[in-house]
């Protein structure tokens, strides 16, 4: 766990740098997944999530439920993500340290180093969240799969 050192720079970089690490392990999931269902979209996360989500909740929705749930979460995560990263973090010296959203209509906020030391954390659970299945339920659920076809 990254503490928080109540640097926003700091924060923000661990932000990016762990959404990468999240996304290669939702990729290696996908690719995972492929005897089943391959990949054909294109290059933005939640086009990766949400093929993950369908061709899990295609493939065995009840014993994948979690993963599922999970990767919902993620969703939202990179949203979070996106509105740091796409937006402008602009440090007060009299006032509070301010995000612009990069969106019309989005109003301007207080923003602290904690949210992002608190969202690179949870981009880092995650991470393990969607690994976990991948090393004996997911291996052996496609096994059962191709051993059905098979017969």
Same mark, same amino acid.
């Given at each position: 766990?990254?503490?928080?050192?109540?640097?926003?720079?700091?924060?923000?970089?661990f932000v990016t740098l762990y959404a990468s690490y999240l996304e290669e392990q939702i990729e290696e999931?996908? =690719?995972? &997944?492929?005897?089943?269902?391959?990949y054909k979209g294109g290059w933005q996360i939640s086009g990766k999530i949400?093929?993950?989500?369908?061709?899990l909740t295609e493939f065995n929705q009840n014993r994948f439920s979690n993963l599922i749930l999970d990767l919902r979460t993620c969703l939202q995560i990179f949203e979070?993500?996106?509105a740091f990263v796409h937006g402008r973090i602009y440090a007060g010296i009299k006032?509070? =340290?301010? &995000?612009k959203s990069s969106r019309p209509?989005?109003?301007?906020?207080?923003?602290?180093?904690?949210e992002l030391y608190q969202l690179a954390n949870a981009m880092n659970d995650f991470r393990s969240a969607?690994?976990?299945?991948m090393i004996f339920e997911l291996p052996k659920a496609l096994r059962e799969y191709q051993d059905s076809r098979l017969k």
């Open positions: 766990m990254i503490k928080d050192d109540g640097d926003i720079v700091r924060g923000l970089g999931l996908i =690719d995972f &997944l492929k005897m089943f269902k391959k949400n093929h993950a989500i369908d061709t979070e993500r996106n006032r509070p =340290d301010t &995000l209509n989005v109003p301007d906020r207080e923003v602290e180093s904690a969607i690994y976990r299945p």
